[in-house]
């Protein structure tokens, strides 16, 4: 692993765990070839915190001390932050999300996305210079979309919280957590 560092994320994880377990030196050099020819909006504590979802506070937090011995740049506490209080319910994402445009940055490129839903559910989606078209529902309080195109047409579901340090400026007063990941969000108004 330590000579392929295209191996995606286990050297990344494996130069975190070493540097943490005290193998300094040996993490952060494993970490650092496995960090190559990432996009540079993901290189930072933030970005790489929010491909996981902890249940546990304290574990996404030695998560990022990890990180940030390993050599990734920005603050350990500066990661998105999900609890069971700031989860939206069915009324509450049926009124924020119907009938309104949603927009939020694609994580790896920095690139802007939308999403447009008609209050029946009829939708459209950006992604750079892609769209496409199809619908949205509600689903066991999740905030559910299948395109008629994009991700090969398979029903993708999003847990969606409110962010209490987001901004609308940040595009990040709404956090979609579909279990790959945490994607920031905000209403266009």
């Known amino acids: 692993m330590e000579d392929n560092p295209k191996a995606g994320f286990i050297p990344r994880l494996l130069g975190m765990v070493k540097v943490q377990a005290g193998f300094v030196q040996e993490g952060q050099e494993m970490f650092a070839k496995s960090i190559k020819g990432l996009p540079a ?18 574990v996404l937090e ?41 927009t939020g940055k694609e994580l790896a490129t920095g690139k802007q996305w939308w999403v447009e839903r008609s209050e029946n559910g009829y939708a459209t989606i950006r992604e750079g210079d892609k769209s496409d078209t199809g619908k949205s529902w509600i689903e066991d309080d ?48």
């Not at 909006?41 to 304290?58: G, M, T």
Request: aromatic fraction near 16%; include cysteine.
């Open 41 to 58: 909006p993901l290189q930072n504590v933030r970005s790489f915190l929010a491909f996981w979802n902890f249940k546990d506070l304290r």
């Open 62 to 102: 030695s998560f990022a001390e990890g990180y940030s011995k390993a050599g990734l740049p920005g603050r350990t506490d500066d990661h998105y932050k999900v609890s069971s209080e700031k989860r939206l319910n069915e009324r509450q994402l049926r009124g924020l999300f119907f009938g309104r445009k949603v």
């Open 142 to 189: 999740m905030l559910c979309d299948q395109w008629d195109n994009f991700y090969e047409n398979l029903k993708d579901c999003w847990v969606v919280y409110r962010n209490s340090e987001g901004a609308h400026e940040n595009n990040d007063e709404y956090l979609g957590v579909p279990g790959y990941g945490i994607y920031p969000f905000s209403l266009v108004e």
